[in-house]
């Protein structure tokens, strides 16, 4: 018999059931993010009574801001794919998110309905409530980051639910923890690693387009210069960051992949 530790077998039966256990690195060669600090362990949860919240916002892809009060219910993993061998929900489903959710066509002849076995799973996820920290943590330890989905509540009402891949900025997880844009942790190898970006830098700006103190800006001038970069085959776009928050602030590059043409010129 296989060994497990105490702390999985504490919550064996919820895991067994949400397959975190056995078959993670099956669904996603990649495994979980490697960040410095740990990401798991600088993911701001905190208690809310029976809830599960934040204790400052963070982003945890170029669109979606969590905020205290916000209620998060359970972090997954398709243990299901489709027919291409992903897990990715509007693969497997034409519609919208709600739509594919229960299992409607998406109101066009012809396409695809979600696989029902698909949608069973996501129904019994949805439902699903975590109401320690714990768990969040030991899943994000566990799970293929880039295949790892948050259902939460952002009005804290059960029939009020939104899905959320995780995806970070160029290999930066960001959040506010004193009403300042900074870095929380830092993608081991990413552009951002590479760039010098260092867990505990304010944001000041992105491509000379100020944060402004806020995620949401942030997130705007991020995909701004990124795009502009792309748009003028530059080799990267620039980062304003103060060290530590209270440094002297310091311009970075953060680097972008060469395109098709640039190689093809390069070449020449």
């Known amino acids: 018999m296989n060994f497990v530790p105490i702390r999985f077998r504490i919550l064996s039966p919820l895991l067994a059931v949400l397959g975190l256990v056995g078959s993670l690195h099956a669904q996603d060669a990649s495994g979980p993010i490697k960040m410095t600090p740990e990401f798991p362990l600088v993911f701001p949860l905190t208690k809310n009574g029976n809830d599960v ?3 400052f916002p963070v982003l945890i892809n170029p669109g979606t801001v969590l905020k205290p009060g916000m209620v998060l219910r359970v972090i997954y993993i398709l243990t299901l794919s489709n027919s291409d061998g992903s897990t990715d929900l509007e693969l497997a489903h034409h519609g919208d998110m709600e739509q594919a959710y229960s299992r409607t066509t998406s109101g066009t002849d012809g ?11 996501i129904e019994g996820y949805r439902r699903t409530v975590w109401q320690v920290p714990n768990n969040f943590v030991l899943a994000m330890a566990q799970y293929p980051t880039d295949a790892m989905h948050l259902i939460y509540s952002p009005s804290g009402k059960d029939q009020d639910l939104d899905d959320e891949r995780f995806s970070f900025l160029d290999g930066l997880f960001v959040g506010l923890p004193n ?22 830098d304010e944001i000041v700006a992105v491509g000379g387009i100020p944060a402004e103190n806020s995620l949401d800006k942030f997130a705007v001038a991020f995909a701004t210069a990124r795009d502009k970069a792309k748009d003028n085959e530059a080799a990267g776009y620039a980062m304003t960051v103060r060290s530590g928050g209270d440094g002297a602030a310091r311009t970075v590059t953060i680097a972008r992949p060469p395109s098709l043409k640039s190689n093809f010129l390069n070449g020449l």
């Open 53 to 55: 919240t934040l204790k």
């Open 111 to 121: 396409q695809a309905k979600m696989p029902t076995e698909v949608a069973h799973e």
């Open 179 to 200: 009403g300042k844009v900074t870095v929380l942790a830092v993608e081991d190898g990413s552009k951002a690693d590479q760039a010098g970006v260092k867990a505990g």
